[in-house]
T-cell receptor, first 114, second 116 residues
């Protein structure tokens, strides 16, 4: 049973436009969410996180939105750049009990087209 | 600069052999984790440790073991390698001060293991 779902295996966006990556979760105990970016042959790199006490967190071109009632979060990248082409993983954690470590989605391959 | 390293980066072994993958971090983080990445599965937690002499099983721990004798290292051992353990393995660490605390993990570059 997949607790963190990224339903789009891939996404193609034109350079300069907005990229929106989506993530859904089923475990209501999750209260901390992270996005990681991964290039081929490298480890995942931390991008941005959000706690369940917030509904938005911004860092430069990256914004994460959290909708707790819908158990949905999204990552917005504006404007998209060629270097953003990578696989993006959504991850979740419970700090109040339950699973330890991070639970990851399967990833979305973002392709930025010139 | 503080970092997390893994060795070897690539390993080919035969079914039934014991294999140990190394993970070393210089951040002085208490928490260390091992994940495997497979097509169609994302990253899955194998084992983790919240401090010296502490180890815990993750989602896919069968066939793997870890030991934590110091803060810096968490080696992952495959007792008897199987073809199903062909994967890319990532080590991660975090500095969260205790259990049940929101946690940002930082990953090593990965080890690609092939079991023939």
């Amino acid at each position: 049973d997949q607790q963190v779902k990224q339903n789009s295996p891939s996404l193609s966006v034109q350079e300069g436009r907005i990229s929106i990556l989506n993530c859904d979760y089923t475990n209501s105990m999750f209260d901390y969410f992270l996005w990681y970016k991964k290039y081929p042959a490298e480890g995942p790199t931390f991008l941005i996180s959000i706690s369940s006490i917030k509904d938005k967190n911004e860092d430069g071109r990256f914004t994460v939105f959290l909708n707790k009632s819908a158990k949905h979060l999204s990552l917005h990248i504006v404007p998209s750049q060629p270097g953003d082409s990578a696989v993006y993983f959504c991850a979740a954690q419970s700090s109040g009990g339950g699973a330890d470590g991070l639970t990851f989605g399967k990833g979305t391959h973002l392709i930025i087209q010139p | 600069d503080a970092e997390i390293t893994q060795s070897p980066r690539h390993k080919i072994t035969e079914t039934g052999r014991q294999v140990t993958l190394a993970c070393h971090q210089t951040w002085n983080h208490n928490n260390m984790f091992w994940y495997r990445q497979d097509l169609g599965h994302g990253l899955r937690l194998i084992h983790y440790s919240y401090g010296v002499h502490d180890t815990n099983k993750g989602e896919v721990s069968d066939g793997y073991s870890v030991s934590r004798s110091n803060t810096e290292d968490l080696p992952l051992t495959l007792e008897s390698a199987a073809s199903s353990q062909t994967s890319v393995y990532f080590c991660a660490s975090s500095g969260a001060p205790g259990l049940r605390v929101p946690d940002t993990q930082y990953f090593g570059p990965g080890t690609r293991l092939t079991v023939l």
